[in-house]
């Protein structure tokens, strides 16, 4: 059975920081492409960015470019999200998921919430 489990959101100021982790189980992660996604309020899940499973390929939206990275813990099955010059416009519920440009898998985490305010 594939799981995702978010962590690590918060409250923050404006030009804070955050690392956001993904425990995942049930399919074959070290080889994986993973990818993050985001849903603020009142609008459409979006992609923030994608990883390949060989970690040498990344995308990322637009407005994260510069600020995000991602990270992996192969060993541990953990996906990670390092998140820097935080905006108030990057407050949402984030989650991950399989996959580089869209989600692979329709089962999803409980995600985790985001708060860029002042």
């Known amino acids: 059975q594939v799981q995702f489990v978010e962590s690590g959101g918060g409250l923050v100021q404006p030009g804070g920081s955050l690392r956001l982790s993904c425990a995942v189980s049930?399919?074959?992660?070290?080889?994986?492409?993973m990818s993050w996604y985001r849903r603020a309020p009142g609008k459409e899940r979006e992609l923030v960015g994608g990883?390949?499973?060989?970690?040498?390929?990344?995308n990322w939206a637009d407005s994260v470019k510069g600020r995000f990275t991602f990270s992996r813990d192969d060993t541990k099955n953990i996906f990670y999200l390092d998140m820097n010059n935080l905006k108030p416009e990057d407050t949402a519920v984030y989650y991950c998921?399989?996959?580089?440009?869209?989600?692979?898998?329709?089962?999803w985490g409980p995600g985790t919430q985001v708060t860029v305010s002042s």
């Open positions: 049930g399919f074959s992660f070290s080889t994986s492409d």
């Open positions: 990883l390949s499973g060989d970690g040498y390929g990344r």
């Open positions: 998921n399989a996959g580089y440009w869209s989600p692979k898998f329709d089962s």
